[in-house]
């Protein structure tokens, strides 16, 4: 099955700085990779996502890069803002044999984004 | 586009007692529908998993005869947590695709068993 690693679990930036937050993965076949901002006791919106036939994804400040060969991705804030703030978690599809695409999730990065 | 409901958005039951939360998607039909539960500060864990007009796959260590999945239409799934207890008060989120992977969250059901 697909193995997730998110990095780091906690970080901090002030207004304006950027913000970087990485992902690796394990299943080589994976193909899709969406990224999830999750505001406390709400539920996870997805911010962003690329799929494995381009190497960038630009929406605004947000952005993800992927490099199939090293199988990772990265999302990438620029010029936070105090509502930047939140849990973000990245993840990757595993297929089940019933062909339904479930999300092996990583462990999620909180964001603190200082005024 | 993309909405998925959930209902209701918190309960508090007695020990013993069954609940049933609804997930619906409101503007498309979804193939397939994910059950989570989420601990406070931890990540997503997949439940299990249900298409429409077949029986749920449950994840291991997930019992299926206490976590009661029901996709009985393209735009509704039910969970029914029967017999619970305190150890599972938890956040439970659905989420709901169509075709493609992406998945889109309801908002949650916040359990507390008393």
């Known amino acids: 099955g697909e193995n997730v690693e998110q990095h780091p679990s906690t970080l901090s930036v002030q207004e304006g700085d950027s913000a970087v937050i990485k992902c690796t993965y394990s299943?080589?076949?994976?193909?899709?990779f969406p990224w999830y901002k999750q505001e406390l006791g709400k539920r996870p919106q997805l911010i962003i996502d690329?799929?494995?036939?381009?190497g960038e994804k630009k929406d605004q400040r947000i952005a993800v890069t992927l490099n199939k060969t090293a199988k990772h991705f990265s999302l990438h804030i620029t010029e936070t803002q105090p509502e930047d703030s939140a849990v973000y978690f990245c993840?990757?599809?595993?297929?089940?044999?019933?062909?339904?695409?479930?999300?092996?999730f990583g462990k999620g990065t909180k964001l603190s984004v200082i005024p | 586009g993309a909405v998925v409901s959930q209902h209701p958005s918190w309960v508090i039951c007695k020990s013993g007692t069954s609940v049933k939360i609804e997930c619906r998607s409101l503007?498309?039909?979804?193939?397939?529908m994910f059950w989570y539960r989420q601990f406070p500060k931890q990540s997503l864990m997949l439940m299990a998993t249900?298409?429409?007009?077949?029986?749920?796959?449950?994840e291991q260590g997930v019992e299926k005869d206490k976590f009661l999945i029901n996709h009985a239409s393209l735009t509704l799934s039910t969970l029914t947590v029967t017999s619970a207890h305190p150890e599972d008060s938890s956040f439970y989120i659905c989420?709901?695709?169509?075709?493609?992977?992406?998945?889109?969250f309801g908002p949650g059901t916040r359990l507390l068993v008393l």
């Open positions: 989420s709901a695709s169509a075709i493609q992977e992406t998945q889109y």
């Open positions: 503007d498309f039909q979804a193939t397939t």
């Open positions: 690329i799929r494995s036939n381009v």
């Open positions: 993840a990757a599809p595993r297929t089940s044999g019933a062909g339904s695409y479930q999300l092996t």
């Open positions: 249900s298409n429409e007009g077949s029986k749920a796959t449950y």
């Open positions: 299943d080589s076949a994976s193909n899709y």
